[in-house]
């Protein structure tokens, strides 16, 4: 019989507690206490045997707008994740012939996404400082067919954020070019300075936004978007939740946006501390390096490719060897995937210690003799 190929995922939630959970830029600094408790009265409360309200959560959809500072006439739409948003709004919105301006590494899903629809993605390669895409090389690139602008910030894998103004810049480029700006925030409770593109460019931003990372809560797959009422009447001709959101993810995003302010200060500080334990590491083992340091988000790409070590290669010896998760990074780059790994640390700090400790070690046990080991 042929050899069945290594799942990482599968392998490591057979041993879910076993394992250093740094591979999905999951954040597991929520006190309990900040979202338990209401869920486990809501299950007592007996709310899941009955459909949700299909529009939400009231006070959720207010909270969650007071949050993100949207316009009050934008009122966010729920949707399950915000994968899920990010497929709806491509869907609605692009089509054959056009195109989408992104960058490369990136949130390749949502390139994905657009492919999907017979559109076409052009990758600008950011691979080099500043680590990000600039108004200039997006006005450059910018042609006849371009009719959506990917404006991941924070910056998943890289961690790297845009400056207010150079967000005002590409809003401004957006709103003069006619173009639509797909502003993807889901990092944004990370960055103390985040500025969100629909300051700028109200009527031409779709903000996509999650509670997956800033409030810990990836497994409730809940997030949403903001658009003008226009555009959101065209994306959500593409809902398939017609009959509203699991109940019980709503009790608990609710709950965390509640005692967001009580906690979220301690969860930046806690992530921001890993961040330097985690590059202290990184330097420790030669030809390894950090291209962005600090990081405005939850993760850094590592690059290792002066190692020797494949990316591959290094994440199944943590994970089979240490039980420390990261991500090869041919899943968020196709031209430099071959040269990292993406490595989050929203994490307890037992699971940073376990990573301090693996990481050299794996290394050095996968390093191949030669002229590169050795610089």
């Known amino acids: 019989m042929p050899e069945v190929p290594f799942d990482a995922f599968r392998y490591a939630h057979e041993r879910y507690h076993e394992i250093a959970w740094m591979c999905q830029n999951t954040n597991h600094l929520v006190p309990r206490e900040a979202i338990e408790p209401a869920l486990i009265e809501a299950v007592k409360d007996r709310r899941y045997p009955m459909y949700p309200l299909a529009s939400g959560d009231p006070e959720l959809i207010e ?86 602008i990917l404006l991941i910030d924070p910056l998943n894998p890289l961690g790297s954020g845009y400056p207010r103004e150079e967000v005002r810049a590409i809003a401004e480029i957006a709103h003069d070019r006619h173009l639509i700006l797909l502003n993807d925030v889901t990092y944004r409770d990370f960055s103390e300075h985040h500025a969100l593109a629909t300051e700028f460019a109200p009527h031409d931003t779709i903000v996509v936004w999650s509670v997956s990372k800033n409030c810990g809560l990836a497994g409730m797959r809940i997030g949403g978007f903001v658009a003008n009422p226009e555009l959101e009447k065209q994306i959500v001709r593409f809902n398939t939740n017609d ?103 929203s994490n307890p700090t037992s699971d940073i210690d376990r990573f301090v400790e693996a990481f050299p070690r794996a290394v050095t046990a996968l390093r191949p003799a030669g002229p590169r080991a050795a610089g």
């Open 63 to 148: 909270l969650l707008r007071h949050g993100l500072g949207t316009p009050t006439e934008f009122p966010p739409f729920l949707t399950g994740g915000g994968t899920e948003a990010l497929y709806m709004l491509t869907r609605a919105l692009l089509g054959p012939g056009d195109e989408m301006l992104a960058s490369d590494p990136s949130y390749f899903i949502i390139h994905r996404f657009a492919e999907l629809t017979g559109a076409k993605v052009r990758n600008l390669p950011i691979y080099r400082p500043p680590y990000r895409l600039t108004s200039e090389r997006i006005q450059e690139a910018i042609g006849p067919k371009t009719k959506m």
């Open 243 to 345: 009959l509203g959101l699991n109940v019980l993810a709503q009790v608990a995003a609710k709950a965390a946006m509640k005692s967001r302010p009580q906690w979220i200060a301690q969860v930046r500080r806690q992530t921001r501390a890993n961040g330097e334990r985690v590059r202290d590491a990184v330097l420790q083992v030669p030809g390894a390096t950090l291209p962005v340091f600090p990081s405005l988000a939850n993760m850094f790409a590592i690059d290792i490719h002066e190692t020797g070590v494949s990316p591959e290669r290094l994440q199944k010896e943590l994970l089979v060897r240490h039980g420390v998760f990261v991500r090869a990074g041919n899943y968020l780059s196709h031209e430099f995937g071959a040269r990292f790994v993406r490595v989050s640390f």
